[in-house]
C-alpha cells in the first residue's frame, strides 16, 4: 500500500487565517455568555508591604457590583499554587495577595460587576492599609545574609542552587594556555502578543464544577493546577482555550484563571476578565533578567576546551517558573561549539520584582548571548577573526549526532556551511574593506556574527534535576484523534493549541497526505476543548515542540485510522491490502486505477452499515494515538538529561552603523541562514524565521521593563516600553541549509523560537564590532543611544548593566 506525499513542503497559504481575521466570535475577548459580569482588580502600590486591613464594603455596595474577593478568601478557598517544577522548599502563592504584597502591581482585591468601568469604579472605594517594607530588586543583593525576604516562610530569597560539573573541567583549564573571562547581563523584557491575557469562568454549583474559557499553553498542565487549587477532580473542570492572538511564552498565568474562577462562584454567574496592556506590561510576566560569570579555558591556536558558567537569574516574586530558565540552559550551554567539558552553576532567586514567565526562548537566549560574547572575547584575545575563531570550535557535519557534555543530543547541521552560506551573502571580505575605509572617514561601521543551537521539545524530567527522581511529570509527547467523516473528509483533534503559528495548516497537509485527501478536505479545529480534544500532561504550544511530538501523534493516529480504511476497501473491491493505493480521494488498485472506490463511499459504510462484517472489529474511521518521544530520558548520576529533544540551527550576520555623535543604531542588513530540517511549509517556516528574529532585534535594541529604587515599573505604556516599528527593522535576507532530522519521522527541527535566541548575541556583535575604534565592550543588553552616549563620554570601555 502506498500515498503519495503531495502537500508536505509546499507553501501553501495558511487555512486558518481568513476566518480569524474576517469572522467574529473566535478570540477570547468576543465571547461572552448571558448575565456575565466583568472583573477588575485593585493593584498594589508598593514592592514589598504587609497588608494591615482591607475594607471593600463600599466596593460592595456600589451600584453593579456583585462580588468582592480578597486574600482572606482566596486563601480560605484555595490552595497555594504549586510550581511547575516542584521545589524542595516552595512558599506560599495565591491568586490575590494575602498578608503581604510582593510586587507592584500584585492584585490585591478583585471585584466582579456588570461591567468593566463598574468594577473600576468600584475598585477606587476600597481602602488598603499597608506597611511599606523595604524591598529587595537586584538578585545580586538578594543573595545577601541580610537581604529583605520575599517570602519570609523559606527563609531564603534563594529557591534553589546547584552545580553541575561535566566533564574533567579542572584539566581543561590545567591544560588551557591563557583563561578568557567574561561577564554579562540580560534584561527583563516581553514578546507584548497583540491580544492581552484573557478568562471567562462559569461555575455549576449544583456539580462544584467549572467551565473556563481562557489562556494559557500548556492547557493539560494548568487544567490540574485548577483542580488542584480548587480541590476538586479534573473532570470537574472543562477548560476552553480559543485561538490566541499571539503568546510566546506570556500566557501562562493559572493564578489569574484562579481568581476569575473563585470571582464567578461568589457572584454566582459567569465573570470575564480582559486585561489592559498596562496590566499586561505591569504584572503578566517578564524573561528573566540574569547575570552571568564565565570562564574559558583556550588553547593558544583559539580552541576552546572548556567554559565555567556562574548565572544568577531573577525570578522576581514568583514562582510558577522558578529554576526552568537556568535548567533550559543546559540544553544550549554548548552551542555550535565542540567543548570537552563544561561547568554550570546555577541561582533561582526572587526579588521584589514582577514574577518571571516563559518568554519566547526561556532562557535560551541569555544563554546564547553569553556563549556567543565569550567566543568574541576569545577572538578579540587572540587576534582571531570573529569568524574563523568559529570555524575552529564548531562541531563537524561528520560528528551527528552529537551528544554534548550536558547530555544533549544534537541530531544533525553542518554549522561551517551554515555561516559560510552567511557570510558570503553579505560578501564579508568586501564589507571588511568597506568598514576600513570607513573608518578612515569617521563611520562606526559594524559586522556582527552569531551561530547557535536552536533546541525545541522539551523533556520535561529535566525538572527531576530540582525536584529529585520522585517527580512525576517526565518526557515528552502529545495526543492526537483523527476521524474520516462520512463525506470523506477528515478532522483532527490535538492537544495543542493554536497562537498563531500556523500548526492547523501544517497537520492538514500531514494527515492529507497519510490519508490521501485534498488539503481542504481535511479540518483542524483551533479551538481547544477538554471535554473533546486528547491530551497528555506535556500537551500544548510551547519550547518549539510541535515539529516532533505534534506531528508525529497527528501521524500515528492518521495511520491506524488508514489501516483501518484499507482493510474495509480491500473487502469491498475484493483485493489485498498490499495492493491498494490511496491518492486524490480513492482507493484503487495498483496498475488498475480504473477498479476503485471512494474514500467516502468507504467511510459512509463504515457508519452506517453496521450489519456489515468488520475487519476490525468495530464500526466507525477514527483513532486515538498517544506519542511519548523515546529520546526523553531521566537525569543520570551525572546530572546529564536530554532537556531538549531536536536541535534546529541559524547563523546571523547583522551589519549596524552608529552614528559618531547621536549614537543612534541603524541596521544596514541582516542575514539568516536556517536549519530547521525538512519543511512542512516553506511559507510558514519563512514568517517564524522573521518574526523570531523581530523579538530578537527588539530585545538588543529596543525593550526594556526598568524599575526605581522603590520597585516601581517605570515601563507601562509603550510611550515608555519601546517596540520597534516597521521602519526600525530592518529587511531580512536569508536562505535555508536543511539537514533533515534522522531522529523525527518526518525530518523536522524546530523553529518558532530560533530568531529569539540568536539575534540578540549578533546584534551585540555588529555593535561592538562597530564600535571598536573606540575600545567599547558590549556586555549588556539592550543597546540603547543613551547609554552609548553616557559610556563614551565618561570613558568607560565597558557597556554593562547598571543597577
Not at 590545567?174 to 561577564?183: T, Y
Not at 487549587?229 to 476552553?240: E, K, M, N, T
Not at 490535538?494 to 485527501?517: F, K, N, R
Amino acid at each position: 500500500m502506498s500515498t503519495q506525499a503531495k502537500w508536505v513542503g509546499q507553501a501553501l497559504e495558511r487555512a486558518e487565517d481568513r476566518t480569524l481575521l474576517t469572522t467574529g466570535g473566535h478570540f477570547i475577548d468576543d465571547l461572552t455568555l448571558p448575565g456575565v459580569a466583568h472583573a477588575a482588580y485593585v493593584r498594589s502600590p508598593h514592592a514589598r508591604a504587609k497588608i494591615r486591613h482591607i475594607d471593600a464594603s463600599r466596593a460592595l455596595d456600589h451600584p453593579g457590583v456583585y462580588a468582592v474577593v480578597t486574600g482572606e478568601a482566596v486563601a480560605q478557598f484555595t490552595r497555594p499554587q504549586r510550581g511547575r517544577v516542584p521545589l524542595p522548599n516552595s512558599p506560599r502563592v495565591y491568586a490575590v495577595a494575602y498578608e503581604q504584597v510582593r510586587y507592584v502591581g500584585e492584585p490585591v482585591v478583585g471585584i466582579a460587576a456588570v461591567d468593566r468601568a463598574t468594577a473600576e469604579d468600584a475598585a477606587e472605594l476600597v481602602q488598603v492599609e499597608y506597611e511599606p517594607l523595604p524591598p529587595v530588586l537586584d538578585p545580586e543583593e538578594a543573595l545577601k545574609p541580610d537581604a529583605p525576604l520575599v517570602f519570609e516562610e523559606i527563609g531564603s530569597n534563594v529557591l534553589w542552587h546547584d552545580t553541575f560539573p561535566y566533564g574533567d573541567v579542572e584539566a581543561a583549564f590545567a591544560n588551557a594556555d591563557l583563561v578568557v573571562n567574561e561577564r554579562v547581563t540580560i534584561h527583563r523584557y516581553s514578546s507584548t502578543p497583540l491580544e492581552t491575557f484573557g478568562v471567562m469562568a462559569r461555575y455549576e454549583p449544583a456539580t462544584h464544577s467549572f467551565t473556563i474559557w481562557g489562556h494559557t499553553q500548556q492547557p493539560a498542565q494548568d487544567l490540574h493546577v485548577l483542580a488542584a487549587a480548587f480541590g476538586v477532580s479534573p473532570g470537574q473542570i472543562r477548560l476552553i482555550i480559543p485561538p490566541m492572538g499571539g503568546s510566546f511564552g506570556n500566557k501562562v498565568r493559572p493564578l489569574f484563571i484562579i481568581a476569575a474562577a473563585l470571582l464567578a462562584r461568589k457572584a454566582g454567574r459567569p465573570v470575564k476578565w480582559i486585561e489592559d496592556r498596562r496590566e499586561s506590561l505591569l504584572a503578566l510576566g517578564h524573561a528573566a533578567d540574569g547575570i552571568m560569570d564565565m570562564s574559558a579555558a583556550v588553547k593558544a591556536d583559539g580552541r576552546v576546551l572548556a567554559i565555567k558558567f556562574r548565572n544568577i537569574e531573577n525570578e522576581g516574586a514568583g514562582i510558577d517558573f522558578a529554576g526552568r530558565h537556568n535548567l533550559l540552559m543546559l540544553s544550549n550551554i554548548a552551542n555550535c561549539y565542540r567543548l570537552g567539558a563544561i561547568s554550570y552553576e546555577g541561582y533561582s532567586v526572587v526579588t521584589n520584582r514582577c514574577p518571571v514567565v516563559a518568554n519566547r526562548g526561556i532562557g535560551k537566549p541569555f544563554m546564547c548571548f553569553a556563549v556567543e560574547r565569550m567566543i568574541d572575547a576569545v577572538a578579540r584575545t587572540l587576534n582571531l577573526d570573529r569568524a574563523e575563531i568559529r570555524y575552529r570550535n564548531f562541531i563537524q557535519p561528520e560528528a551527528f549526532p552529537y551528544d554534548t557534555p550536558s547530555g544533549q543530543t544534537y541530531d544533525s547541521g553542518n554549522y561551517p556551511e551554515m555561516l559560510r552560506k552567511a557570510l558570503a551573502l553579505v560578501d564579508y571580505d568586501s564589507l571588511r574593506r568597506e568598514q576600513a575605509k570607513g573608518r578612515e572617514e569617521g563611520r562606526l561601521l559594524g559586522i556582527g556574527i552569531a551561530t547557535a543551537v536552536e533546541p525545541g521539545g522539551s523533556n520535561l524530567a529535566y525538572g527531576m534535576l530540582i525536584s529529585g527522581p520522585s517527580q512525576l511529570l517526565s518526557g515528552q509527547g502529545e495526543a492526537a484523534r483523527v476521524r474520516l467523516e462520512t463525506d470523506g473528509t477528515a478532522t483532527v483533534f490535538t492537544g495543542g493549541l493554536d497562537s498563531g503559528q500556523g500548526h492547523a495548516t501544517a497537520l492538514a497537509q500531514i494527515v492529507a497526505d497519510e490519508l490521501g485527501l485534498n488539503v481542504k478536505q481535511v479540518r483542524v479545529p483551533t479551538t481547544f476543548d477538554s471535554a473533546s480534544h486528547p491530551y497528555v500532561m506535556t500537551s500544548g504550544v510551547y519550547s518549539n515542540k510541535f515539529h516532533g511530538h505534534d506531528t508525529v501523534a497527528a501521524i500515528g493516529a492518521a495511520r491506524k485510522v488508514r489501516e483501518k480504511l484499507l482493510q474495509r476497501a480491500a473487502a469491498q473491491l475484493e483485493a489485498n491490502v498490499a495492493d491498494l493505493e490511496l491518492n486524490d480521494g480513492r482507493i484503487f488498485i495498483r496498475g488498475a486505477p480504473q477498479k476503485g472506490i471512494t474514500i467516502a463511499q468507504v467511510a459512509s459504510r463504515a457508519y452506517w452499515s453496521l450489519a456489515d462484517e468488520q475487519p476490525d472489529g468495530e464500526p466507525g474511521l477514527e483513532a486515538l494515538y498517544y506519542y511519548s518521544n523515546p529520546l526523553a530520558n531521566r537525569p543520570d548520576d551525572k546530572k546529564r538529561v536530554r532537556v531538549q529533544l531536536g536541535f534546529a540551527s541559524a547563523a546571523h550576520v547583522a551589519v549596524v552603523e552608529v552614528d559618531p555623535e547621536t549614537f543612534e543604531i541603524k541596521i544596514l542588513r541582516y542575514v539568516v541562514i536556517h536549519d530547521c530540517g525538512r519543511q512542512i511549509n516553506p511559507g510558514i517556516v519563512e514568517g517564524q524565521v522573521h518574526g523570531a528574529t523581530a523579538h530578537g532585534i527588539a530585545a538588543a535594541l529596543f525593550e526594556e521593563f526598568t524599575y526605581d529604587e522603590n520597585g516601581q515599573l517605570l515601563t507601562t505604556s509603550f510611550m515608555d516600553y519601546l517596540k520597534p516599528t516597521a521602519a526600525d527593522l530592518p529587511d531580512i535576507e536569508g536562505d535555508r541549509l536543511e539537514t533533515p532530522s534522522p531522529l523525527t519521522l518526518l525530518g523536522t527541527k524546530g523553529v518558532g523560537e530560533g530568531g529569539a535566541v540568536v539575534a540578540p548575541a549578533a546584534i551585540a556583535s555588529a555593535v561592538e564590532d562597530a564600535l571598536l575604534p573606540l575600545g567599547i565592550h558590549i556586555a549588556a543588553l539592550p543597546i540603547t543611544p543613551s547609554r552609548l552616549f553616557e559610556a563614551v563620554s565618561s570613558g568607560m570601555k565597558l557597556y554593562e548593566k547598571r543597577k
